[in-house]
């Protein structure tokens, strides 16, 4: 990757219904980063510090659409990517307010503090026992059906037949979305496939793989979520999107 240092570590199996990954991203560099965010269907809280920026935690609440922004001069890093089951069950507390932007949480939530940036492994070990001692004893079954079936086909799949597989009305469905994410679910849907081609076009495949109609279809839906075609995409000229040469870095 160029001129940054990426890892990601994927969460133990008791994680996974919650957990997305921990990653890492350090710019040792003394020059700004310039980079393109692109949606993910994640929701982040992230430990950074630069030499011009003091120690803070944030929560991102997600973004809908492609965005441009910096990775200041030697800046690290340290983020926890969550499924939406977390919103509700670890955070308890709605990202409907926060979507395409974020929050500052205080410094020692979870207890951590900028000791926690010295040792990325550390920090993993950290926060995965931390939401292990958040974890609910129970579940709406529904709630865990429908994320299993969405995640699963990679949001390749109608609101029609979740509906019908969860037995809850598309209605109430999307009134939970829009309460608690500040989304609807076809809309959460159509983020993960953008998500899931980012995979095909990291290996140079610049057709539809993710149920869209037809080419077109995903030349405008890659182009609505990046700003730019699969081709362009594909290039990823001097690392301008960092998710994508994260994806083929790994």
């Known amino acids: 990757m160029n001129g940054f240092e990426f890892k990601i570590i994927k969460p133990q199996k008791s994680l996974a219904d919650f957990v997305d990954s921990f990653w890492m991203l350090h710019n040792p560099s003394d020059k700004v980063i310039e980079t393109t965010g692109l949606p993910d269907g994640l929701i982040d809280i992230s430990l950074s510090q630069s030499t011009k920026e003091a120690f803070r935690v944030v929560q991102l609440g ?12 030697n800046c690290l890093i340290f983020c926890i990517s969550f499924k939406l089951l977390a919103v509700e069950y670890i955070f308890k507390e709605p990202v409907a307010d926060i979507v395409n932007s974020g929050r500052i949480l205080p410094d020692d939530f979870w207890d951590f503090s900028e000791n926690d940036l010295q040792d990325f492994n550390l920090f993993v070990e950290k926060s995965a026992s931390k939401i292990q001692s958040l974890l609910p004893k129970e579940i709406d079954s529904r709630k865990q059906k429908l994320f299993e079936l969405i995640y699963q086909s990679k949001g390749a799949i109608s609101v029609k037949e979740l509906s019908e597989r969860v037995f809850w009305s598309s209605r109430q469905i999307n009134r939970y979305f829009n309460q608690q994410f500040g989304i609807s679910l076809k809309a959460y849907c159509n983020i993960l496939r953008f998500r899931a081609s980012l995979e095909h076009i990291a290996q140079g495949k610049l057709f539809p793989e993710q149920n869209f109609t037809d080419q077109n279809h995903f030349i405008k839906a890659i182009k609505k979520f990046s700003g730019v075609v699969p081709k362009e995409l594909s290039k990823n000229k001097n690392d301008s999107f960092i998710l994508l040469s994260a994806i083929k870095s790994k």
Do not use: R
């Not at 997600?62 to 001069?73: D, F």
């Open 62 to 73: 997600g973004q809908t659409q492609y965005e441009q922004a910096t990775i200041p001069a």
